[in-house]
Each structure stands twice: as structure tokens, then as C-alpha cells.
């Protein structure tokens, strides 16, 4: 059992040096990942790859890289390189990502994500697992004429996908190596999306997906400042349908309500509860919420839940 966390470093100075540094504390604390999310700012790949390289005793992975924008020859490249800079340390997260950013950002059309990530993942998988690809798809095409091998990253790249709906789960589950998913709590889990992923893995003939559950969360003596704190930086999510729809099938409203906010004794017992409802890997996020002495005690907390 992993216990992580994810890394976002801010301020004027130089990001790469402070996440690094930041990765070493993780580290020295006992957690056992690092995970670095995707926006339009560094690139996750390197980051991970630099961390791992620097930090050796840290699992690392990217959660998660949108599939829109992108096409599985690069992304394999980035995979596989950073892959072979950890000597095996490398977790790939992809996502759907959303129509709001993939038209804004990109101006190209949010059409049939699903047939994406399925053809995506398709071809990704052929590059990972042999370093070639003839795949050919109504929406993608990926052909190699040159060797797409990365020495050192002969094992493979795990693939995961930041999957909480269901057909999103079902392609998941016969393609992935595991999920991410985020403001997803343990009943959402549970009696939902761990159910779907591990029945569509189990008959596509796959190993039981790996469930690693995205848990924003932080140890506090200060609850009610930081939860309003949460709900203001959290907002965003609610109004995208696929988070909408976990946060209610977690049994809340907001997505503050599914954010883990408390003692240390509140934070290890939810850690549990996320185990028991099947998560393998539990990886907070937003341990900064209410600064450096507080994500201190909750490094603190992780680490030894790690052990």
C-alpha cells in the first residue's frame, strides 16, 4: 500500500529546484510518491522524471495528462524517457480532460472523449509494451516508420486513467493498468467506480486495476477556516458533470464536503476508510492549504500510514 502526495510548488523562484526540494521532504517524511498534475505550466513527464531522478527513494507519476491536445507517439516518448530516467519509477496518468480548457485552450473541438481515450490508450499500450505501433483509428493514427523504443524503459510505462464515469471506467478497465480518481470518497468507490473497473477488467481478461484514489485533505486544528477555505479553491470542480457526479455519490454536496479536514486521529481513520473501499493507493493533495506547519503534520500523519 502507497501513500503519496501531490506536489504543486508555487512563488518567484525556480519551480523545478523548489519541487525538488519540496520531493526530498516528502521523502525524509516516509511518503512513498510524488505525483504532478498537468495544466498549461511545466511539463508533468519531465518534472516526475527530474524529481525521480533527484529523489530516488520516490515513486513518481504525472495524474493526469489530457488525452485532447496530445497523441500517444509524444506522450509515449515522454512516458518512456522519463521512465528510463527512474530506472522503473514512473507511474502515466492521462485524463479526459474538459470541453471548457480542450476548446479554449487548444480551439479544437470536445468530441467523443470516450472513442478517444479508447483509441488513445489502444495505440499508447502497442508503443509502451513494444516500442512500435500500426494503429488506425476514426479518430487517431499512430504508425512508427522509426524505432520508438526508449532504452532503460524496456519494462513498460503502468498506465493509468483519471476515470469516474462509467463508460470512462469500462475503457479503463479493459485498457488501463489502473484509475485515479479525484473527489471521489470511499462510498463513491465502493459501491460504485471500484466495482465498474475491476468487472470490466476481470472480463477483458485483465489483473485487478489498480485503484489509486486522489484524496484532497490536510491536518488542522484550524477546521472550519480551512474547510471554507476548501470550498472556495475546490468550486471549480462542481460544475463538470463527471466530478458533480462523484461528489454526490460520495454523499455530499460541494466538493469541500468530500475533502478530508481534521486531527491527525481524523485523517489516519479516513486514510482506513479509503483502503477498505478498495482504493491500493491513497495520494493527498492540497497539504498546503493552510501552510507549511500544517502540511508538516500531515506529511507526518501520511508517513507513517505509509509504513
Known sequence: MTVGVALQVSGSGNQIDATVRRAAEAAAAGLRSAWFG??????????AAIVGREVPDLQVGTSAIPVFGRHPL??????????AATHGRYHLGLALGTKLL?????????????????????????????????????????????????????????ILVAAMGPQALRVSGELADGILPYLAGPRALSEHIVPAVTAAAEAAGRPAPRIVALVY????????????????????????????????????????????????????????????????????????????TDRRRTWDVLGRLAE
Open 74 to 83: 509524444l506522450v509515449s516518448s515522454q512516458a518512456q524517457t522519463a521512465q
Open 217 to 292: 485533505g490536510v491536518v488542522t486544528d484550524d477546521v472550519d477556516a480551512v474547510r471554507a477555505k476548501a470550498t472556495e479553491q475546490l468550486s471549480f470542480y462542481e460544475q463538470f458533470p463527471s466530478y458533480a457526479r462523484a461528489i454526490e455519490l460520495s454523499g455530499g454536496k460541494r466538493a469541500a464536503d468530500v475533502a478530508v479536514i481534521g486531527d491527525e486521529r481524523t485523517v489516519a481513520a479516513e486514510v482506513q476508510r479509503y483502503r477498505d473501499a478498495g482504493a491500493t493507493e491513497v495520494v493527498f493533495s492540497g497539504t498546503d492549504i493552510a501552510g507549511d
Open 38 to 47: 498537468q495544466t498549461f505550466g511545466a511539463d508533468s513527464p519531465q518534472l
Open 102 to 158: 480542450t476548446e479554449t485552450a487548444f480551439g479544437i473541438p470536445y468530441e467523443r472523449p470516450i472513442a478517444r481515450l479508447r483509441e488513445f490508450l489502444t495505440a499508447l499500450r502497442q508503443l509502451t509494451e513494444n516500442g512500435t505501433a500500426d494503429f488506425h483509428g476514426e479518430l487517431l493514427t499512430a504508425a512508427t516508420p522509426l524505432p520508438a523504443r526508449v532504452p532503460g524503459a524496456e519494462g513498460g510505462v503502468p
